[in-house]
């Protein structure tokens, strides 16, 4: 059985989560850029576009300016006036399938040509020696500078920590012991770190930094879904959303990305069929669990536990072993087109017709992510645009200020 009609769950307006501390490291990152050379933005992979930090944004495309890059041209340096490099590495790339990672990458290049992505995990050892030799590299392309100083920046719960743990094992011979403290729970990092040598020679050093937030998740269904997404992976604190809402949404994001045989199947018993109900998923994974209370009744809010947690450490790895879909599969009626999903940003629907174009598959899907790629930027800009990414709290404490400021004028004047 496919599911051809997956319909999104109904979402919970999203918590707002921005400590002081987040704060405080938002305001000083226009002054730490002044003595960065490489900005290491951390995303994760599963989210490439929702763990984008829009709030960063203004301070390091000032930062490239003020390093002589052509506003107009991303790719033209006016004044080479040393290194001024940012690069976006896409963390835990064993949660998403490989088939997608290079089409993604082209279609990121087309769209940011600012920035240099690369796809990681810290239990790739050659993932971290491509990230430690491309720092080197950087750092051998400006040899009159007597250090190469590297700040690594993202949201919550991406895996800063533990990447910079593992380049510095991989750039400094010898045992190291272990620079910085790591955490499954958002919110562990809360002050910018003092400088850690990831290289010798030449000298390269980093700094870790607080997981940022956005301070406002948004309005509507995006902000609901953007909420969602982030809860999902961990990057917001737990307790914040109702897990059984966590499991809906999971479940729709599994069948979007295999409508004909989701990960999801393996918990539930044999012979069970994909479905789009929630409390009939929960029901049967209960089931085969034995999870019930008194009165053999069965437990679905322990069953929205558990089918949360397997995907955060297991299911993850088997939803990226999913294949890329195809058209002619026996299981759909002919034309029939199918959904397709890649992580959790990324869904189109596959027809007969891009079967038959004369392209191959590669260029096919970066295609269909360049059109994602554009209704993210869409979206995003309709809400800056609107004011849509600022809260009511946020928007009553600008009136204040302006009250304040037209008061100041008006006294100023007499």
């Given amino acids: 059985m496919t ?16 400590p002081g501390h987040m704060m405080k490291f938002t305001r000083m990152l226009p002054a730490l850029l002044t003595r960065t050379d490489v900005v290491l933005e951390l995303r994760d992979s599963r989210l490439p576009l929702t763990s984008i930090n829009r709030t960063l944004e203004g301070a390091l495309k000032k930062w490239r300016m003020e390093r002589g890059w052509d506003p107009n041209n991303p790719k033209r340096r006016i004044v080479n006036a040393g290194a001024c490099e940012r690069i976006v590495v896409l963390n835990k790339r064993d949660l998403v399938p490989e088939w997608g990672m290079e089409p993604f990458r082209k279609a990121m290049e087309s769209k940011f040509p600012d920035q240099r992505v690369l796809f990681a995990s810290w239990q790739r050892p050659r993932d ?16 009159h500078a007597m250090e190469l100083n590297v700040l690594v920046i993202g949201m919550p719960n991406v895996g800063k920590s533990t990447l910079l743990n593992a380049l510095r094992n991989m750039g400094i011979k010898g045992r190291t012991p272990k620079a910085f403290q790591t955490s499954a729970q958002p919110g562990l990092t809360q002050a910018l770190s003092t400088r850690l040598k990831v290289s010798l020679d030449p000298l390269v050093y980093a700094f870790d930094t607080p997981g940022v937030m956005l301070p406002f998740l948004g309005r509507g269904t995006e902000g609901a879904e953007r909420g969602v997404k982030l809860a999902l992976i961990a990057g917001i604190k737990e307790g914040l959303y109702d897990t059984e809402a966590l499991a809906a949404y999971l479940l729709y994001r599994l069948n979007i990305l295999n409508p004909i045989s989701p990960a999801y199947l393996q918990l539930l018993p044999a012979g069970a069929r994909p479905t789009n109900q929630l409390e009939e998923f929960l029901a049967l994974l209960a089931q085969r669990m034995g999870m019930l209370k008194r009165g053999a009744e069965v437990d679905l809010s322990r069953a929205a536990v558990y089918f949360v947690r397997w995907w955060r450490e297991e299911g993850g790895l088997l939803a990226a072993s999913s294949a890329l879909q195809s058209t002619d599969t026996p299981q759909l009626p002919a034309g029939v087109p199918i959904g397709q999903g890649w992580g959790f940003d990324f869904q189109w629907q596959l027809t007969p017709d891009d079967v038959a174009a004369d392209m191959d598959s590669s260029k096919m899907i970066q295609s269909k992510m360049e059109v994602c790629i554009d209704e993210y930027i869409e979206t995003t800009d309709r809400e800056d645009r609107e004011d849509n990414n600022i809260s009511p709290t946020q928007q009553k404490k600008q009136m204040v200020l302006q009250e304040k400021m037209k008061r100041k004028l008006k006294h100023a004047k007499r």
Avoid: C, G, T
């Fill in 3 to 18: 599911l051809l009609h997956i319909s999104k769950p109904v979402l919970p307006i999203p918590p707002s989560w921005f």
């Fill in 128 to 143: 971290i020696r491509n990230l430690s030799e491309l720092l080197v590299s950087i750092a051998k392309r400006h040899p």
